[in-house]
C-alpha cells in the first residue's frame, strides 16, 4: 500500500510540474513575441542566425532529400509497375514529398542539426553567466539571444523543406527517368497534373512552417531552462532533439487531419 | 609619460554627459546619502533562508568589501543590489530607488548605471575582447563607430589590454578575462561597480593588478565599488570598509585599521585563516565513528 501511494505521490508530482513546465514554457513564448520588434531593429543578428540555422543545415538537407527522393523512386516504381502506373512515379514521389516526407523530414533533420546546436549555445551562455551579464547590462537576453534564434528557425525552416522535396523530386527523376527509364515526358506531365498549388504546395509549407515554430521554440526554451552544468545542458539538448521528434509527428497528424481530408 | 586612468578620467565626463542626454536618469541623490543602502533584508530560495535581517549601506566614492565563508549569502546580496533577486523582506535601495518599485524598464535604466564584474568574466564568447567591451556602447549609445572604437581603446588600456583587443575570450588567462571584464563593466562609466569574487583563482601578479585596478578605477570614475570576497589580505589594502557576513547576518563591520585590530572571535579567526572558530570547517554531520559505522547512511 506504502509503495502505490508512493508511486502515485511521484506521478502526481510529476504531473504538476509538466503542467508548471508547460504554463512556463507558454509565458515564455509569449515573451519572445513580446521581444521579437527589438530583435527585429538588429536585424544583423536574426540574419546571422539564418545563416547558423538555415545555410549551415543546407548540406544535410540536400544529401537526405536526394537520398530519400532515390528510395521514393525506386519503391514508387515497383509497386507502380504491378499495376501498370509506372507513369505514374512521379506523381507519388511529389505528393509523398510534398505533403508529408518534405516537412516531417526536414523538420526532424532541423531538430537534430540546428536545434540541439540553439540548445547548447544558448545552455552554454547561461552556464557561463553570459545571459546574466547581459542582463545586468540592461541588455534583454530575450531580445539579443532568444528571439533572433527563434526567427532565425521559423525562417529557414520552411524553406529548407522546400529544398527537401526539390531534391526529392530530382532524386526520383534520377532513378526512374536516368536510370530505370521511365517516360521523362509522362514523369513530370504527370506530376504537373496532379500536383494542387493550394491544396499541396501551400499544406506543405503551413505544415514546415508550423514545425519551424514548434522545434525553434522548443530548442530556444530548453536552452533557457536548463539547469546550468554540464549535465543539465546535455540533458537539455537530448530534451530538445526528443521533444521535437515527438511533437513535429504528433503535429504532423493533427495537420494533415484537418488539410487533407480527400479532395472528389 | 601618460597614466593609463588619464584618458578615463577626460573622455568619462563626455562620454557620462552624452550618456545622460540620450538615456532618460532619475535624479540623483544628494552626495551625502548613501548609494545603496539595505535594510532588514532578508531572502529565501524557497525553505531555506540565505539572508536574515540585513543592514548595509555604501556611502558614495567607497569600496566597501562583503566577506564571508563560502555559501554565507554574500552572491546573494550582491543579486539583491543588482536587481536579479528581490528581497522576501526589507528594502534596498540604489542611489534612494527601491528596487522592489521599479517596473522593468525603470531596473534597466539604473543598471546602465551599474558595473558588474562576474567570478568568471561572462565574456560573450561569440564576440572578441574589442566587441566585448563594444557592447554596452554599441547597445545603449549611439556614438559614431571611431568614438566607440576610441572609447575601447581607451578602457582596454585601462586595464592594460589595449593589445590584445583582436583576441577571442578563449585565448585570454583567467586574470586577463577579467581584465577585460572589467573593461565592459566600465563602459559606461558606472555610478556603482560590483565584483563577484574578483580574486578567485588568479595568480599573485594577477591578484595585486586586479586589486589596484579596482581601488584606481573606482577613485578615477568618481564611482562606488562593492566587492564579494575572501580574500582578506588583498582586500584590506584597497578597500575603505568591511562587512563580514556569517549565517545571513553582518556579524562584525568596521575600516580595514578597525577589523586588523579587531577581537571578534568571527573576525580573528577569517583574518588568521584558523579552522576552528565559529565558522565550523564541518558541514553538519553525525559525528565520523557513527558515520563509519554505518549509521545514517544514505
Not at chain 1, 543578428?45 to 539564418?50: D, G, I, P, V
Not at chain 1, 552544468?229 to 546535455?234: D, K, Y
Not at chain 2, 556603482?192 to 580574486?199: C, H, Q, R, V
Not at chain 2, 549565517?247 to 577569517?270: K, L, N, W
Amino acid at each position: 500500500m506504502k509503495r502505490v501511494a508512493e508511486l502515485l505521490r511521484r506521478i502526481g508530482a510529476r504531473v504538476v510540474d509538466g503542467v508548471w513546465r508547460l504554463g512556463f514554457a507558454a509565458r515564455f513564448f509569449a515573451l519572445v513575441l513580446l521581444y521579437s520588434g527589438q530583435s527585429f531593429r538588429r536585424l544583423h543578428l536574426t540574419l546571422r542566425e539564418l545563416w547558423f540555422s538555415g545555410v549551415l543545415s543546407l548540406l544535410i538537407i540536400l544529401v537526405s532529400g536526394l537520398f530519400v527522393g532515390l528510395v521514393l523512386g525506386l519503391q514508387g516504381y515497383e509497386i507502380l509497375q504491378r499495376f501498370g502506373s509506372s507513369e505514374a512515379t512521379g506523381t507519388m514521389v511529389a505528393l509523398s514529398l510534398l505533403r508529408e516526407l518534405g516537412p516531417v523530414l526536414a523538420g526532424l533533420l532541423f531538430a537534430a542539426r540546428a536545434g540541439s546546436a540553439v540548445t547548447a549555445e544558448i545552455g552554454l551562455m547561461k552556464t557561463t553567466e553570459q545571459l546574466t551579464a547581459m542582463d545586468m547590462m540592461a541588455v534583454s537576453p530575450f531580445a539579443r539571444v532568444v528571439a533572433p534564434r527563434f526567427w532565425g528557425g521559423v525562417i529557414s525552416m520552411p524553406l529548407l523543406a522546400a529544398l527537401f522535396s526539390a531534391m526529392g523530386i530530382l532524386g526520383g527523376w534520377l532513378i526512374s527517368v536516368v536510370f530505370i527509364g521511365i517516360d521523362e515526358g509522362a514523369y513530370w506531365s504527370q506530376m504537373q497534373a496532379a500536383v494542387d498549388f493550394r491544396y499541396d504546395v501551400v499544406n506543405g509549407v503551413i505544415k514546415s512552417f508550423v514545425f519551424g515554430v514548434a522545434v525553434s521554440l522548443i530548442a530556444v526554451f530548453e536552452g533557457y531552462d536548463c539547469a546550468p552544468t554540464a549535465e543539465g545542458v546535455s540533458r537539455a539538448i537530448t530534451r530538445t532533439v526528443v521533444s521535437s521528434a515527438l511533437t513535429i509527428l504528433a503535429l504532423d497528424f493533427v495537420l494533415t487531419s484537418f488539410m487533407f481530408r480527400g479532395q472528389s | 609619460m601618460q597614466h593609463p586612468l588619464q584618458g578615463i578620467r577626460i573622455v568619462s565626463g563626455t562620454l557620462a554627459s552624452f550618456v545622460e542626454s540620450v538615456v532618460p536618469l532619475p535624479v540623483t541623490e544628494p552626495a551625502d546619502t548613501p548609494l545603496v543602502c539595505l535594510r532588514n533584508v532578508r531572502f529565501a530560495y524557497g525553505e531555506r533562508e540565505i539572508l536574515r535581517g540585513i543592514d548595509l549601506s555604501v556611502r558614495r566614492g567607497q569600496v566597501v568589501a562583503i566577506m564571508g565563508g563560502s555559501g554565507c549569502g554574500k552572491t546573494t546580496l550582491l543579486r539583491l543590489i543588482g536587481g536579479q533577486l528581490r528581497a522576501s523582506a526589507g528594502s534596498v535601495q540604489v542611489d534612494g530607488q527601491d528596487l522592489a518599485r521599479l517596473s522593468r524598464d525603470d531596473l534597466y535604466a539604473l543598471r546602465r548605471r551599474m558595473g558588474m564584474l562576474f567570478q568568471f568574466g561572462a565574456l560573450f564568447t561569440d564576440m572578441s575582447v574589442f566587441d566585448n567591451v563594444a557592447f554596452p556602447l554599441r547597445e545603449h549609445t549611439d556614438l559614431p563607430p571611431e568614438l566607440v572604437r576610441d572609447l575601447v581603446r581607451l578602457k582596454l588600456n585601462a586595464v592594460g589590454l589595449r593589445g590584445a583587443e583582436g583576441l577571442s575570450p578563449a585565448e585570454l588567462s583567467g586574470g586577463m578575462a577579467r581584465r577585460v571584464a572589467l573593461a565592459r563593466a566600465i563602459a559606461l562609466d558606472p555610478m556603482l561597480i560590483m565584483y563577484d569574487e574578483p580574486f578567485a583563482g588568479l595568480d599573485p601578479i594577477s591578484l595585486g593588478v586586479i586589486g589596484q585596478l579596482i581601488r584606481r578605477l573606482n577613485d578615477a570614475l568618481g564611482a562606488s565599488s562593492i566587492m564579494v570576497t575572501h580574500d582578506i589580505h588583498e582586500s584590506l589594502e584597497i578597500v575603505d570598509y568591511v562587512y563580514f557576513v556569517s549565517e545571513g547576518r553582518i556579524v562584525a563591520q568596521g575600516t580595514p585599521d578597525e577589523i586588523r585590530a579587531s577581537t571578534d572571535p568571527f573576525v580573528h579567526q577569517f583574518v588568521h585563516a584558523e579552522a576552528d572558530g565559529p565558522v565550523p570547517f564541518h558541514y553538519p554531520a553525525a559525528p565520523l565513528a557513527a558515520s563509519l559505522l554505518g549509521e545514517g547512511a544514505p
